[in-house]
């Protein structure tokens, strides 16, 4: 008989897991029976707001018998560690982007959760927000021809102010603006274009003590070619520039432009969007384990958009173009 809830323990309750602990009392299907967190406050805040267990000890949360799965939003170098004792523990994973910070513990992850037959969701929302599901439909319905290149760029000012110190470190956050920013669209390009082949990738430490600009240089497996570039000390960008035989598609936070070449004007779409991304990532989280069912970012694609990264990383060293 199929479960009509899933019992699912929240992991990491600050920064974005301010966003997911909104998000979750939007799914009706995901009841909220713990939390964990290594800072007591926040703990005590969300065991009162859930009205769950709360845990400053992630073992003794996984123990849980009533757990059916947890929702990760740790630092990236904690998701490798974390999603393992899930998995071995027989619960379902939903993980925030990136993965892992490295492709082997993506790897590992990987073969694990298809040895235990269980399902990690990695949390790509970027594809889900509806400025990209429209990109997709114009590109599929063929509005802009043949496509020939496309442009983006992610940035955001954070590091000219303060942020964590673990991002600082490049063991547990290396290419610091691709792995935070720069992957949320490494995914969405994939999710358009197909996956990415080739890449050349030049970064810079512009303000930090780290890198913390970077560009790369795409080409997908149909031969469409890219660029992404992200910094984490430049002013906010958030714009996509898709280019075809028949006309240009710009993608904003919120809008899209699209100027056809048989036309004098562009079509523009806006849309209202906060959080709903967030929401239909976590919904279909619970439905696909209710259903054992696939999410449509999984662990493997998780690790495809890591393997991205982490060749850039390569090229930025090396002064080479890296095939993947």
Same mark, same amino acid.
């Given at each position: $008989?199929?479960?009509?809830? !899933? ?8 920064? &974005? ?18 939390? &964990?967190?290594? %800072? ?15 845990? @400053? ?7 849980? *018998? ?8 740790? *630092? %990236?170098?904690?998701?490798? +560690? ?26 590992? !992850? ?8 269980? !399902?990690?969701?990695?949390? &790509? ?10 990109? /997709? ?5 063929? @509005? ?11 940035? $955001? ?6 942020? *964590?110190?673990?991002?600082?470190? /490049? ?6 603006? $691709? ?18 082949? +080739? ?7 512009? #303000? ?32 996509? /520039?898709? #280019? ?46 209710? %259903?054992?069912?696939?999410? +449509? ?28």
């Amino acid at each position: $008989m199929k479960k009509e809830k !899933i019992n699912v323990a929240l992991v990491g309750l600050g920064g &974005h897991g301010a966003t997911i602990r909104k998000s979750v009392k939007m799914c009706a299907k995901l009841n909220i029976v713990a939390c &964990h967190d290594i %800072n007591k406050e926040l703990v005590d805040e969300v065991k009162a707001e859930f009205n769950c267990d709360g845990f @400053l000890n992630y073992d003794e949360l996984l123990e849980n *018998p009533i757990l059916d799965a947890v929702i990760i939003s740790t *630092p %990236n170098f904690l998701h490798f +560690e974390q999603t393992c004792k899930a998995l071995q523990s027989g619960k379902d994973v939903f993980v925030e982007k990136p993965i892992t910070a490295k492709v082997e513990e993506a790897e590992k !992850i990987v073969k694990l959760a298809q040895e235990k037959n269980l !399902i990690v969701q990695v949390g &790509h929302n970027t594809r889900k927000r509806k400025v990209f599901r429209k990109a /997709k439909e114009i590109i599929e319905r063929g @509005l802009l021809g043949k496509i020939i290149f496309v442009e983006s760029n992610i940035s $955001m000012s954070t590091g000219l102010a303060e942020f *964590p110190q673990w991002k600082k470190d /490049k063991d547990k956050c290396p290419l610091l603006p $691709m792995t935070q920013l720069g992957i949320h669209f490494v995914d969405t390009l994939i999710y358009l274009f197909g996956d990415i082949e +080739e890449v050349s990738s030049f970064a810079r430490n512009a #303000y930090l003590d780290v890198e913390d600009s970077a560009v790369a240089l795409f080409r997908f497996s149909n031969d469409i070619i890219g660029t992404l570039s992200s910094s984490y000390v430049a002013q906010n960008a958030y714009e996509m /520039k898709i #280019y075809g035989t028949e006309g240009v598609l710009k993608c904003y936070l919120n809008k899209i432009e699209l100027q056809k070449t048989t036309e004098i004007n562009p079509s523009v779409y806006f849309f209202d969007e906060d959080i709903e991304s967030y929401i239909e990532e976590l919904c279909e989280f619970a439905e696909c384990i209710i %259903n054992r069912r696939k999410p +449509e970012v999984d662990a493997e694609i998780g690790l495809k958009n890591l393997k991205v990264i982490e060749a850039m990383i390569e090229s930025n060293i090396t002064k080479k173009v890296v095939k993947i």
